[in-house]
C-alpha cells in the first residue's frame, strides 16, 4: 500500500467520524443540551439533529416524559406528639430541559428532600386524627409546596401521594379498642331507637283501639236509650189504654195486663242462667188463673167477634133483605113407579 492509498483512507475515516459526530438523532420524549467548549448553547429536540462537529458536544440526555419518585418512609411527630412512619409517591415532569440540567446537581435527589422536608412540616402541624383522616388535605398542601418550589429548575410537579401512615401499635391498638366501642355504642344506640319507636307505634295502636271501642259503646249506648225510649213510650201508651179500659168499666183488660206482666216475670225468672231450680210461689195458684183468665178473655172475644159477624151476615135462604124467595115445589113420581 503506497502513501497515497493511506492518505484518501485517513480522509475517508476522518469524514466519518466528521459526518458521526455532527449528526444526532433524539429519541422520541427526551432532549440533549449541547454545550459548546463547556457552555450551554442549545437543547436537541427529537428527531435528526446536526451540532458542529470537534466543537459542540452533547451535555445532558433528559426524559421530558413524567417521571415516579418514591419517597422514601420517615418517621414524624405530630402536634399532640404522637409518632407516625409515613412515605409518598411524586410524579413530575421536566418542561424545560436546560434548567433541569443546570439548575440544579441532583434533580431527583433535591426533589426527594423537599418532599420530605415539607411532609414533616405539614403533618406535625396536625394532631394524629387530623393525620389519619385529612390525607387529601395532606397531598394538596405538599403538592402546593413542592411544586412552588421545584418551579425554577424546569420541573413540573403534577401529583404527591402519602402511600401509607403508621403509628406506633400501641396507639393502632388503641384506636382499635376506640373503634369498637364507638360501634358498640353505636349499636346500642340503634337498638334503643327501634325499642323507642315501636313502644311509640304500640300506643298509637292501643290509643286508637280504645278509641274505636270508646266509639262503639257510645253508639250502643245511644242506640240501648233509644230502645227504652221507645219501650217506654210503648208502655204508657198500653198503660193509658188500660186505664181507659178500666174507666169505661171493662176489667178485662186491667186482667190481661196485670195475668202478661205476671207471666213475663216468671218466664225470666226460669230462664235465669244462675238457675238450676225454680222455685214455684205459693201463689201459683194466682198464676194459673191469670192465665185461665186471658184464655177465658180470648174466647170470649172470639165468641163476641163470630156473634156479630153472624148478625150482619144474611141466613140460608135468605136474600140479603130477609125475605125468602119463590122457590117451584118440586115435581111429584107418578103413582105405580
Same mark, same amino acid.
Given at each position: 500500500?503506497?502513501?497515497?492509498?493511506?492518505?484518501?483512507?485517513?480522509?475517508?475515516?476522518?469524514?466519518?467520524?466528521?459526518?458521526?459526530?455532527?449528526?444526532?438523532?433524539?429519541?422520541?420524549?427526551?432532549?440533549?443540551?449541547?454545550?459548546?467548549?463547556?457552555?450551554?448553547?442549545?437543547?436537541?429536540?427529537?428527531?435528526?439533529?446536526?451540532?458542529?462537529?470537534?466543537?459542540?458536544?452533547?451535555?445532558?440526555?433528559?426524559?421530558?416524559?413524567?417521571?415516579?419518585?418514591?419517597?422514601?418512609?420517615?418517621?414524624?411527630?405530630?402536634?399532640?406528639?404522637?409518632?407516625?412512619?409515613?412515605?409518598?409517591?411524586?410524579?413530575?415532569?421536566?418542561?424545560?430541559?436546560?434548567?433541569?440540567?443546570?439548575?440544579?446537581?441532583?434533580?431527583?435527589?433535591?426533589?426527594?428532600?423537599?418532599?420530605?422536608?415539607?411532609?414533616?412540616?405539614?403533618?406535625?402541624?396536625?394532631?394524629?386524627?387530623?393525620?389519619?383522616?385529612?390525607?387529601?388535605?395532606?397531598?394538596?398542601?405538599?403538592?402546593?409546596?413542592?411544586?412552588?418550589?421545584?418551579?425554577?429548575?424546569?420541573?413540573?410537579?403534577?401529583?404527591?401521594?402519602?402511600?401509607?401512615?403508621?403509628?406506633?401499635?400501641?396507639?393502632?391498638?388503641?384506636?382499635?379498642?376506640?373503634?369498637?366501642?364507638?360501634?358498640?355504642?353505636?349499636?346500642?344506640?340503634?337498638?334503643?331507637? /327501634?325499642? #323507642? %319507636?315501636? *313502644? !311509640? =307505634?304500640? @300506643? +298509637? /295502636?292501643? #290509643? %286508637?283501639? *280504645? !278509641? =274505636?271501642? @270508646? +266509639? /262503639?259503646? #257510645?253508639?250502643? *249506648?245511644?242506640?240501648? @236509650? +233509644?230502645?227504652?225510649?221507645?219501650? *217506654?213510650?210503648?208502655? @204508657?201508651?198500653?198503660?193509658?189504654?188500660?186505664?181507659?179500659?178500666?174507666?169505661?168499666?171493662?176489667?178485662?183488660?186491667?186482667?190481661?195486663?196485670?195475668?202478661?206482666?205476671?207471666?213475663?216475670?216468671?218466664?225470666?225468672?226460669?230462664?235465669?242462667?244462675?238457675?238450676?231450680?225454680?222455685?214455684?210461689?205459693?201463689?201459683?195458684?194466682?198464676?194459673?188463673?191469670?192465665?185461665?183468665?186471658?184464655?177465658?178473655?180470648?174466647?170470649?172475644?172470639?165468641?163476641?167477634?163470630?156473634?156479630?159477624?153472624?148478625?150482619?151476615?144474611?141466613?140460608?135462604?135468605?136474600?140479603?133483605?130477609?125475605?125468602?124467595?119463590?122457590?117451584?115445589?118440586?115435581?111429584?113420581?107418578?103413582?105405580?113407579?
Amino acid at each position: 500500500m503506497d502513501g497515497a492509498t493511506i492518505f484518501v483512507l485517513a480522509l475517508l475515516v476522518l469524514a466519518l467520524v466528521t459526518i458521526f459526530s455532527g449528526v444526532k438523532s433524539v429519541p422520541q420524549g427526551r432532549e440533549w443540551t449541547v454545550e459548546r467548549f463547556g457552555r450551554f448553547i442549545k437543547v436537541l429536540k427529537p428527531g435528526l439533529n446536526l451540532i458542529v462537529p470537534y466543537v459542540d458536544r452533547i451535555g445532558r440526555k433528559l426524559s421530558m416524559m413524567e417521571e415516579v419518585l418514591t419517597i422514601p418512609s420517615q418517621v414524624v411527630i405530630t402536634r399532640d406528639n404522637a409518632t407516625v412512619t409515613a412515605d409518598a409517591i411524586a410524579f413530575y415532569q421536566v418542561v424545560d430541559a436546560a434548567k433541569a440540567a443546570y439548575e440544579v446537581a441532583n434533580l431527583q435527589a433535591g426533589i426527594t428532600n423537599l418532599c420530605l422536608t415539607n411532609a414533616r412540616t405539614v403533618i406535625g402541624a396536625m394532631d394524629l386524627d387530623e393525620v389519619l383522616s385529612k390525607r387529601d388535605e395532606i397531598n394538596q398542601r405538599l403538592l402546593s409546596v413542592v411544586d412552588q418550589a421545584t418551579s425554577p429548575w424546569g420541573v413540573k410537579v403534577t401529583r404527591i401521594e402519602i402511600k401509607d401512615l403508621s403509628p406506633p401499635t400501641d396507639i393502632t391498638e388503641a384506636m382499635a379498642r376506640q373503634m369498637k366501642a364507638e360501634r358498640f355504642r353505636r349499636a346500642e344506640v340503634t337498638q334503643a331507637d /327501634g325499642e #323507642k %319507636q315501636g *313502644a !311509640i =307505634l304500640r @300506643a +298509637e /295502636g292501643a #290509643k %286508637q283501639s *280504645a !278509641i =274505636l271501642q @270508646a +266509639e /262503639g259503646r #257510645k253508639e250502643a *249506648a245511644f242506640r240501648d @236509650a +233509644e230502645a227504652r225510649e221507645r219501650l *217506654a213510650q210503648a208502655e @204508657a201508651k198500653a198503660t193509658q189504654m188500660v186505664s181507659d179500659s178500666i174507666e169505661a168499666g171493662n176489667v178485662n183488660a186491667l186482667n190481661y195486663f196485670l195475668g202478661q206482666k205476671y207471666v213475663d216475670a216468671f218466664a225470666q225468672l226460669a230462664n235465669a242462667p244462675n238457675q238450676k231450680f225454680v222455685v214455684v210461689p205459693m201463689e201459683s195458684a194466682g198464676l194459673l188463673g191469670s192465665i185461665a183468665g186471658i184464655a177465658e178473655m180470648t174466647r170470649e172475644a172470639i165468641t163476641t167477634q163470630a156473634a156479630s159477624a153472624a148478625t150482619t151476615r144474611p141466613a140460608r135462604g135468605q136474600n140479603a133483605a130477609g125475605t125468602v124467595p119463590n122457590v117451584a115445589p118440586p115435581p111429584t113420581r107418578p103413582a105405580g113407579t
